[in-house]
């Protein structure tokens, strides 16, 4: 028997999330492809609530640490609660949910331990009586799989998504508070405040149509057909990240990750090539419908409907068939 | 102020990519390498921050030879010289085993500030500033969409961004690494000036045997992740192909917007 999986859960205002769920469900299913046991750890101030929620799911333990410096988020916290603790317990993996939050600290958690560090896993499979775990490449374009080599612990950050939270099996598990030592620790960094990015408030989230844009609109002075379609739909425009990086479209208008999650009856992807990133934020869709010039872009793994061309001649032909058809 | 900036060289976005023969990577013959997207607004950023202090910016890079040409580029934008890692020995390694050679050249030079992009686009741990700041005890923060310096040069406040459109503030102790995302400024074109200049400037060579670390800790050795294959992603539904000429592709999508998806009035 190996050591044990170790999930460290993320929470908000003392509560689980689904990426928290999410974490759980990766440790039952590894713990049960390599015959041991999982344990869950949660951190925070307030965060009981938490416990008790874990404590209903199919563990071999809970671990609550509370801390009054662990209210809001920082590295120095989070590595010194954490970093004893997988000491301690010598587990064989540690996974987390791949969040903002655990990418900031991960790394320096990996090292602090001289520990592996895997991000963004998308899944794990045994070949060989060896364990392989799956991570994208190349902006998603290709999945690599890869192998773990050394001794010690290895740290998992997991993709939303890749393990879904309602897969967690229900069971009963015993809690144990653990004292964290942080009086007089380096947070390494004073929070000061937390608020909204973007100025505008554009609310995405009702659209039924959206038509969204990606890098191959190629700059701002080509959106003009595009926000004809979107005229034409009835529809709100919509950006990736890096159009909104280029100035092109305002971020009130961002889709995916750091932006707004939409759901619409059909989301119209143009140009856009299907980061991860921008997937989180409308895979909920209806119906996609993408144009890339790139046949192999990962927007094509979630699209409905799929067209090799550039939208610089198929969305001025959109808009004429739209006319002819409303004149019809 | 002293500041050293981390790039890397990547494919281009918009490449075709093939596998190689033995699966275990891309095929890079014939393959168009860029400089790191978050990478380009980090060499920005710390020319901003060197012509506003009055200091210099210095281009670190760790990769195979290819990559001297990304260096130049930063050059051309204006660092004042650069150090390259191409050793092969150091090369192929995880976040961890990268990080560690890169703060060791660092360390060798001394300066006030770190800066990187916040992930590459080939690999995408979005971990090796923040080794780099473990490595020489620092603070850091990924994922920094602002960057205020302090008056006295003590201190910056940071602000990164978080999920769901939110950005959170914070004040961090000098010197840091920060790990920069995209957007954070509008990165300049190199001048045919600039270009010129690059050519006479320094770009040093560090090779494995400088960095006074284990050969062991470093590259490929050094790396607790390997690359078995790659291979395409598999689909959870087939994509449905629609050809043809714009106009006949322009008609099936109307058809498909009026009879399936029911959004024309």
């Given at each position: 028997m190996s050591g044990q999986i170790w999930a460290v859960v993320q929470q908000k205002d003392g509560r689980l999330q689904r990426a928290g769920r999410e974490t759980v469900a990766a440790a039952q299913a590894l713990a049960r492809e390599l015959g041991t046991t999982a344990v869950a750890v949660v951190l925070g101030d307030g965060v009981a609530g938490a416990g008790s929620e874990l404590a209903g799911m199919a563990l071999a333990g809970v671990r609550v640490v509370e801390h009054s410096r662990l209210g809001a988020y920082t590295p120095g916290g989070y590595?010194?609660?954490?970093?004893?603790?997988?000491?301690?317990?010598?587990?064989?993996?540690?996974?987390?949910?791949?969040?903002?939050?655990?990418?900031?600290?991960?790394?320096?958690?990996?090292?602090?331990?001289?520990a592996g560090l895997l991000p963004e896993a998308l899944g794990f499979q045994k070949v060989d009586g060896e364990l392989r775990w799956t991570r994208p490449v190349l902006g998603g374009k290709l999945h690599a799989q890869v192998r773990t080599v050394g001794e010690g612990p290895v740290l998992v950050s997991l993709q939303s998504g890749a393990f879904p939270a309602d897969a967690v099996q229900a069971g009963s598990a015993p809690v144990e508070q653990v004292a964290a030592a942080l009086d007089g620790v380096d947070l390494q960094r004073e929070v000061?405040?937390?608020?909204?990015?973007?100025?505008g408030t554009v609310d995405l989230t009702k659209a039924e149509v959206i038509v969204g844009v990606g890098r191959g609109i190629g700059g701002q002075e080509k959106l003009g057909p595009v926000e004809e379609l979107t005229r034409l739909l009835g529809a709100e425009l919509a950006a990736s990240r890096p159009v909104v990086d280029s100035g092109w479209l305002p971020r009130e208008r961002q889709v995916g990750s750091s932006g707004q999650t939409v759901a619409p009856k059909l989301y119209l992807a143009l140009g856009i090539s299907g980061a991860i990133q921008h997937l989180v934020g409308m895979k909920g869709s209806g119906m996609v419908i993408a144009v890339n010039k790139d046949a192999s872009a990962p927007i094509f793994k979630i699209a409905t409907y799929g067209v090799v061309g550039d939208l610089h001649e198929v969305v001025p032909a959109l808009n004429q068939a739209l006319q002819q058809r409303a004149a019809g | 102020m002293k500041i050293a900036?981390?790039?890397?060289?990547?494919?281009?976005?918009?490449?075709?990519?093939?596998?190689?023969?033995?699966?275990?990577?891309?095929?890079?013959?014939?393959v168009t390498f860029v400089l790191n997207e978050?990478?380009?607004?980090?060499?920005?950023?710390?020319?901003?921050?060197?012509?506003?202090?009055?200091g210099e910016v210095i281009a670190f890079?760790?990769?195979?030879?290819?990559?001297?040409?990304?260096?130049?580029?930063?050059?051309?934008?204006?660092?004042?010289?650069?150090?390259?890692?191409s050793e092969p020995a150091l090369l192929g390694g995880d976040a961890l085993?990268?990080?560690?050679?890169?703060?060791?050249?660092?360390?060798?030079?001394?300066?006030?500030?770190?800066?990187?992009?916040?992930a590459s686009t080939d690999l995408g741990f979005a971990a090796t500033g923040s080794v780099i700041a473990g490595e020489l005890g620092?603070?850091?923060?990924?994922?920094?969409?602002?960057?205020?310096?302090?008056?006295?040069?003590?201190?910056?406040?940071?602000?990164?961004?978080m999920e769901s459109g939110m950005n959170e503030s914070s004040r961090i102790a000098l010197p840091a690494v920060l790990q920069v995302q995209g957007g954070i400024n509008q990165p300049r074109y190199a001048s045919l000036k600039g270009i010129m200049a690059a050519k006479r400037k320094e770009i040093r060579d560090v090779a494995a045997g400088d960095l006074g670390i284990d050969p062991s800790r470093l590259g490929r050795a050094g790396s607790r992740l390997e690359t078995v294959s790659v291979a395409l992603p598999v689909s959870g539904r087939?994509?449905?192909?629609?050809?043809?000429?714009?106009?006949?592709?322009?008609?099936a999508l109307v058809t498909k917007l009026e009879q399936e998806a029911k959004v024309l009035r």
């Open positions: 590595l010194a609660a954490l970093a004893p603790l997988i000491r301690a317990g010598a587990p064989a993996y540690v996974l987390f949910a791949h969040t903002y939050q655990t990418v900031d600290y991960l790394p320096r958690l990996a090292q602090e331990l001289d000061l405040g937390i608020e909204s990015a973007a100025e | 900036v981390c790039v890397k060289q990547v494919p281009d976005a918009e490449a075709r990519l093939r596998i190689r023969g033995d699966g275990a990577w891309i095929e890079e013959e014939g978050t990478d380009t607004y980090a060499v920005e950023e710390a020319l901003q921050i060197a012509e506003r202090t009055g890079c760790l990769g195979p030879e290819r990559a001297r040409e990304a260096v130049r580029k930063v050059l051309a934008l204006g660092a004042a010289r650069a150090v390259f890692l085993a990268t990080g560690r050679a890169l703060a060791a050249a660092i360390r060798a030079e001394g300066v006030d500030l770190v800066l990187t992009g916040s620092w603070p850091h923060a990924w994922l920094v969409v602002g960057v205020e310096l302090a008056e006295d040069r003590k201190s910056v406040r940071v602000t990164r961004e087939e994509v449905e192909w629609i050809e043809g000429d714009a106009a006949a592709v322009a008609a």
